[in-house]
């Protein structure tokens, strides 16, 4: 059975894409997926029950082309409060998750053999709908400590003409850094000044541990250079395949008038009629802070346990919020045969060149610690340091 580690099912007992078992003793950090146990059964029963209980059968027919209007008025409320910034329902295009937003960017905004600047590293599978999928030229961009490098961005426009820039600028998938303000303003006017839109990937954005991070791109849709993604794939569950875009009201109309939305009506109308009573009874903001307090206790035992067990052999971050810790190893450490070798031990990995655009970033590698309780995260972790034991120090 073949999958990828970001899109795991229940019942998958190998994924080639990380040569990891996937049976009960295996723990695989490259699943970027929240714990199955922390999902909101209850809550979406709740939700459920409620609005089929109101009677009418509109939730069950085509959706309005933009979206449900009372989800949106509902969305853009939870936005304001979490954003901290004035958020209009009429820039809100609803969608069936973050990935289908950015593939309707692609089919709406671009042509195959078009330019796009793309962070190094970056989501490892938005780099295959842009490069694979949409056979777009993507050129990568250096990244530092602190996210997207604005001087390497400008020296790239000296010699591409890019229609778009993707970015994860908060809590960043793979790395988990976060683009300060001030780089983002200065993006901000290299995207007006050489006229290219910024695909903002803001998915972890309201997923801190702490002090909340700069304001959001979605904060500039009327700029009419920002396509700012956001989806409940990670504040509430990634099964309900539902996630926006928010731009300016000229191209949330593109959107709306996509042949897609024309045939097919608004997309995902039934789940996003759910999920807004969830949103409108307060059921959303009090999970998003459950998640936050699991969230935050794991990255606790990650960090922990990565210094008990890899310590100097690899250096990382500790992430302020996301999914992701990602660790840069000796430049003599493939991960890629890492990972090989860690199959043995049951563990796994999402090695640095799947998160590459060009398959650089070999001595580099990604760790979720959403998907695995405490005592999961310390025992791989645990079974992670026995690997690089062994992997430089052969019998």
């Not at 049976?23 to 909101?40: H, K, R, T, V, Y």
């Amino acid at each position: 059975m073949t999958t990828n580690p970001d899109q795991q099912g229940s019942t998958a007992m190998y994924d080639r894409s990380t040569q990891v078992d996937r049976s009960a003793d295996s723990i695989n950090f490259g699943i970027g997926q929240p714990d199955f146990a922390l999902l909101p059964h209850a809550l979406m029963s709740e939700v459920a029950a409620e609005r089929f209980a109101e009677g009418d059968t509109e939730l069950l027919n085509y959706g309005f082309p933009q979206g449900d209007g009372r989800f949106r008025w509902a969305l853009a409320e939870f936005l304001r409060r979490g954003y901290r910034a004035a958020v209009d329902p009429q820039q809100l295009m609803i969608t069936a998750g973050a990935s289908q937003a950015l593939n309707l960017v692609c089919t709406l905004f671009t042509r195959p053999g078009d330019t796009v600047f793309v962070e190094e590293p970056s989501y490892f599978l938005a780099l295959r709908i842009l490069q694979e999928d949409h056979r777009l030229n993507a050129v990568p961009i250096p990244t530092d400590e602190h996210g997207l490098s604005l001087p390497a961005v400008a020296d790239a426009l000296t010699r591409h003409r890019p229609v778009l820039l993707y970015t994860i600028p908060t809590y960043q998938n793979p790395t988990g850094r976060t683009l300060p303000h001030n780089r983002r303003q200065q993006l901000l006017a290299l995207a007006e000044e050489h006229e290219f839109l910024i695909v903002a990937d803001e998915v972890y954005h309201l997923l801190d541990f702490g002090s909340p991070p700069p304001p959001p791109f979605a904060a500039h849709a009327d700029s009419g250079r920002v396509l700012s993604l956001g989806s409940f794939s990670k504040i509430l569950a990634p099964g309900l395949r539902l996630g926006w875009v928010q731009t300016s009201a000229q191209l949330t109309r593109q959107f709306a008038a996509s042949g897609l939305v024309d045939s097919g009506g608004g997309l995902n109308h039934f789940t996003s009629n759910l999920v807004r009573v969830a949103l409108e009874g307060g059921g959303q903001k009090d999970y998003l802070e459950e998640l936050r307090r699991a969230y935050r206790q794991r990255v606790e035992a990650m960090d922990a346990a990565l210094h008990k067990h890899i310590g100097d052999r690899a250096t990382w971050t500790v992430p302020a919020g996301g999914f992701f810790f990602w660790l840069t190893c000796a430049d003599n450490i493939d991960t890629t045969a890492l990972l090989d070798a860690a199959a043995g031990a049951k563990v796994g990995f999402l090695p640095g060149p799947r998160c590459s655009s060009v398959g650089g970033l070999d001595h580099c590698l990604r760790l979720c610690f959403a998907h695995y309780s405490i005592p999961e995260i310390e025992e791989g972790i645990r079974r992670l340091g026995q690997v690089f034991d062994t992997f430089q120090n052969p019998p």
